[in-house]
């Protein structure tokens, strides 16, 4: 996936200081060389040049984790994390060739500065290098085939299993923060058919299938049971698994989520979102959705989420955010199916959730028996990424406290 070539730089002893390791200011110069090493495999420095945009480092951040020493062979990865008109961010990565530690990761942000001093657009040639579509950092990913389509899961950790399935039009690395934390339990993130680094098939896009897929994985993974948190339309297809693969659930986490079908309207502005995406694309969407899934707390304090959230809604491909609004738009009424939910359940809302409103997720806690419903404050419809720490802690709880 990452189309930037990795580079090795060997470490020599002037590298280091005097107490014989490689020097944190060594390590600047270190991935700026592999930066441009691995530019010189691409278009090279003449596209900078050629268009006179000369790229300016205006923030790096840099994390030292492990020593290094003279000798030790480094591999360095680069990934691009954002692509703007002006600006572009890399997040570079140092491991020893010998063991695979991991040294030493940055992040750099550039703004392209023209010769009137002024920032001017990225070079048409170095979008082209780094492809399109810039990628977001998460655990490492592996590719299942799963009903015959390529699915990206992250898998961190052992013990009984709980399934994360994101919402629309998002991928796995939203619960990123979650899956740390939730130590004891194997972690499943799943990128839903045609998002996130998923294949994107021609069709299949219903809930029946999302879920049906998802039971597939899990035979795949030989997990008999797990808990299946997903967040709305995550959520949605939590609740086809009750429908259609109780056997498969051992509890239910359902956030940001609702149990009813579209109304008329909804459904009406299900084909007014289809038409914007074929005509602007999932970046158009982006701009459309953000101040609708974060609250405005978020939206104001948390530019890291923001861009997150742009970068996912972006990357995916247009075939699979199609796909996943028909799926919504032509799914079931999950009403009638509550009361016989009999599994443990937690219902989580966002206080200033203004796409599913607290009171949909409250009435549909008070249908299931015996579920638990809390409600995060300073979160919108995304509350495992506004508010990861409550959030997770709620989850823990719910999971230390199944039988
Ligand atoms: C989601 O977050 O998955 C969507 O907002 C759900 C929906 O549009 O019904």
Known sequence: MNPVPSVEIRVY????????????????????????????????LDAFVESRAWPAVRKSTVEYLAEALPGDLLKFDTTLTHL??????????ARREADGVLIAEADFVFVCI??????????AEVREFFGTRPS???GPVQHLLVRGVATAVDIQGDGPAIVFLHGFPLDRTMWRHLMGPLTGWRRIAVDLRGMGLSDVPESGYDMKSYADELAELLRVLEVEKAVICGLSMGGYIALEMMRSHRGKVRGLILANARAEADSPQARADRDEMIKLVEREGSEGLAEVLLPKLLCPSSLSAMPQVVEHV??????NPDAGVIGAITAMKE?????????????????IAGREDRMIPVELSRAMADQIPGAQFTVIAEAGHLTPMEQPIAT???IGEFLEALP
């Open 310 to 315: 742009r970068t996912m809604i972006a990357n």
């Open 136 to 138: 977001v950092r998460a």
């Open 84 to 93: 703007g008109r002006t600006s572009f961010s890399l997040h570079q990565a």
């Open 13 to 44: 002893p002037n590298d280091c200081d005097s107490f014989g390791h490689v020097n944190q200011a060594a390590f600047l110069s270190m991935f700026e060389r592999a930066r441009w090493e691995a530019f010189t495999q691409g278009p090279g």
């Open 392 to 394: 997770s802690r709620v």
């Open 114 to 123: 023209g010769e009137s001093g002024k920032p001017v657009p990225v070079p």
């Open 331 to 347: 799914r079931a009424d999950s009403t009638p199916l509550l009361a016989d939910i009999d599994v443990p359940t937690l219902v």
